[in-house]
């Protein structure tokens, strides 16, 4: 079975600063995605990121970016920039194709923004 | 544009009942999926669907059922209510499989006392 591990319960960035989320997956799979979602208070779960496991390219979307290591199986999320409204908890998942794309999360980084 | 909504926000049951979560998506999605979110975890799949008629378990199937009678409504339904069922349930739906990213209805908080 296919598991996603995120080792940061909490972490903490100041203003216009920079953060790194880590995660990382197990999986025998070769053919799989990898998605980053944002969960603000109000609990909508909002994507800011996918990255397909044949690319070698990191993914990017503007302030966000991730750094892809297949063989480490290894996806983390950066932050640059960060704003207030980055405060939120972040969950990494995984899905495969042939998997009818079910997600597999983590249990999420809770990122505070400070001033 | 609605996208996914699920209905309702809020429930508050006692054991032993039953009730229906609906969720509706006007995407003209294939794909759906019923997720619950409990604290200190992530999202866990309880059951999905890759089609009208077709539904499949997922990894926490246990207590529910589920129907896709329609293309853009998939129901979860809890038959005999217990409180380790309390939790926030997510609605999602995707285009295809393939990686397609999933769109999540708001949630709905149920409480079971």
């Known amino acids: 079975a296919q598991t996603v591990t995120q080792s940061q319960p909490e972490m903490s960035v100041q203003e216009a600063e920079t953060v790194t989320l880590s995660c990382t997956y197990d999986t025998s799979e070769s053919d799989y995605y990898l998605f980053w979602y944002k969960q603000p208070p109000s609990r909508q779960m909002i994507l800011v990121i996918r990255q397909e496991a044949y690319k070698q390219q990191n993914a990017t979307e503007n302030r966000f970016s991730v750094n892809f290591q297949k063989a480490a199986k290894s996806f983390s999320l950066k932050i640059s920039d960060s704003q207030l409204g980055d405060a939120a908890m972040y969950f990494c998942a995984y899905a495969t194709v042939s998997t009818a794309s079910k997600l597999t999360f983590g249990t999420g980084t809770r990122l505070q923004v400070t001033l | ?113």
């Open chain 2, 1 to 113: 544009n609605a996208g996914v909504t699920q209905t309702p926000k809020f429930r508050v049951l006692k054991t032993g009942q039953s009730m229906t979560l609906l969720c509706a998506q006007d995407m003209n999605h294939e794909y759906m999926y019923w997720y619950r979110q409990d604290p200190g975890m992530g999202l866990r799949l309880i059951h999905y669907s890759v089609g009208e008629g077709t539904t499949a378990k997922g990894e926490v199937p246990d207590g529910y059922n589920v129907s896709r009678l329609k293309k853009q409504n998939f129901l979860l339904g809890l038959e005999s209510a217990a409180p380790s069922q309390t939790s926030v349930y997510f609605c999602a739906s995707s285009y295809s499989a393939g990686g397609q990213p999933q769109h999540f209805g708001d949630g709905t908080r149920l409480s079971i006392l």
